[in-house]
């Protein structure tokens, strides 16, 4: 084994690695504390099937045993050169290695990442047989418990492809990353492209810069990458929400714009404004808004940056997009990242049940009604019934003030609605006639008959419901939301019940009682001349929730409440079927 020194602008020193003839591929592996996993990755890279290779490991100041163990392998392996990093950054770490490459192709892989055996001869053959550019290949991710294949929907990774352009395969942009791909060198070194340093993204605009200039391009169907999606605030994913690095990513992200624009071609145009508002840009975006805590003293930067890149992007692009994801966006870009938070909190991907949920909606609505945009207050309103129910069923006296507030607002967005969204909630009928304290009454009147399905068996033409009240009576009926009509059921009360008020011990209706393709919900109407909706906990005993013989179908709402539909019997709905068939048959026949 032979030291060899590089230059002090590169490196401190070169800790091993024998001078010998100039490989055929140098694999660029940048590191930082990365001992759990860096093992794996260079044996990885040790068992490729392509034998003439140098793995060039650049150690960014590692302080937990990764440059000790990287210098115990390339003792034994002369193809492992490690270099200590004068500099700090991955992006640093990267160029330092490119400049002492010496193979005809050039490869980078991570160093938590694995590489499978046939990866690179894959990879350098395709380009030695057809003298292209670059060669991309497959790749998947995977975490402790599951494994995907990102490229799945992208069209240039259907088929392989020998010798394209990138504006002959647009989708090929959906991928930046720089690791599942090997690069001629003197292409690399002719384009003239390092890494940036910045704490996210700094390979987005390098590879779409080689992209461009590329005059051929080759895609290989092999998988020739294995990204290890890592748990815990060590990884650089874990750290993307902060603002920090989601201003850092939009700034590549602008630079990557200018690149698209410069370029003059539609379809990367169309392709690229789909990355960023469908997948890279909405992601980073979401998940900075969805932080509680998130940090609000770059807010300015970021719309302005925002506002830079979706300037040159084609607006059909975003108005593809449904109106909440647009909201968000025209909020953040318009300097309201406050209320684009609130709107993502509320709506992505699923909202949950929390304290201040009545706070954030009325954010969201007041915003909205600034603006302007009912259609987009609309939709809000539509996913916001279901909470509005749950507040109502489950929220304290102290935050029913600010839930009148939300009602309020609620009903103005919804006046010119046809769905009627609130409709669906029984305590707001007629709301719009109550003052504020006699919608605050029936509020937690309702709340306080707490109204509870136990079991429910669907059997032999009909339903029976069992369940609980907290009042004295109760009559239960099923209501169609679009037209009010209600179809009453016959109850049993009990009147002790479980110590708490009277109970129904059973609701029964029969078919033949319902009309047929109408869901229908079950509310409850007490002595106290509320109707509510009535609560269906996710532990009733559910038994046969689909009868054909009854001829029902039943399921929990997304209220929290229950939904019946009577449907016709198979025979009727197969009758249909077969006579719609007969008559499409015919007609082709003419």
Partial sequence: MTNTEPTEALGRRTTYGEASDPPLLSVVVPTHDVRPWIGETVQSLLDQELEELEIIVVDDHSMDGTLEFLTDIARDDSRVRIIEATEVGGAAARNTAM??????????????????????????????????????????????????????????????????????????????????????????????????????????????????????????????????????????????????????????????????????????????????????????????????????????????????????????????????????????????????????????????????????????????RMRGDQATAQEAVRMLTPLITEQIRLGSPDDDDELVVLIRSAEHASQTDPWRPLRRVPELDGSTQLDDGALLDRLRASRAAAHRITTVTVERGAVTISGLAHADTVELAFRDNATDRRFAVVVTHDSDGDGHGAAWTTATTRSTSLPTGVRLHLVAHGEDDVSTLVSFPRDVAFATPYDRLARFDVGRSGEGGMWIERRPHWTVRGAKRTYHALRAAVTKGR
Avoid at 248 to 259: I, K, R, W
Avoid at 292 to 303: E, G, P, Q, V
Avoid at 348 to 356: A, I
């Fill in 99 to 368: 400049r002492l490459a010496r193979g005809r192709y050039l490869a980078f892989c991570d160093a938590d990442d694995l590489v499978p055996p046939t990866a690179y001869r894959a990879l350098v053959e395709s380009l030695e047989s057809t003298g292209s550019d670059i060669a991309f290949g497959d790749y998947l991710k995977f975490s402790p418990t599951t494994t995907w294949r990102p490229t799945s929907g992208w069209p240039a990774y259907s088929e392989p492809r020998r010798s394209v352009a990138v504006a002959e395969h647009p989708s090929l942009i959906r991928g930046r990353a720089v690791w599942n791909k090997v690069f001629r060198r003197e292409f690399w070194e002719g384009i003239d492209v390092e890494f940036p340093e910045t704490p996210r993204s700094n390979d987005i605009v390098p590879m779409l810069t080689s992209y461009l200039a590329a005059d051929r391009i080759d895609v290989i169907d092999d998988v020739v990458y294995l990204y290890r999606e890592r748990p815990g605030a060590s990884s650089m994913t874990a750290r993307a929400a902060s603002a920090g690095s989601l201003l850092a990513y939009l700034e590549q992200e602008s630079a990557c714009a200018t690149l698209i624009t410069l370029a003059s071609d539609a379809g990367l145009s169309s392709t690229y404004a789909g990355v960023f508002y469908e997948a890279d840009g909405w992601k980073h975006l979401r998940d900075h808004l969805a932080e509680a805590d998130r940090d609000t003293s770059h807010d300015d930067a970021i719309a302005q940056v925002l506002t830079t890149i979706m300037d040159g992007l084609p607006s059909f692009r975003f108005n593809r997009l449904s109106r909440i994801r647009r909201a968000v966006f025209e909020l953040a870009r318009s300097g309201e990242l406050d209320a684009a938070s609130a709107l993502v909190r509320v709506t992505e991907p699923h909202p949950l049940h929390r304290p201040d949920h009545v706070g954030l909606w009325n954010l969201v609505l007041d915003r909205l």
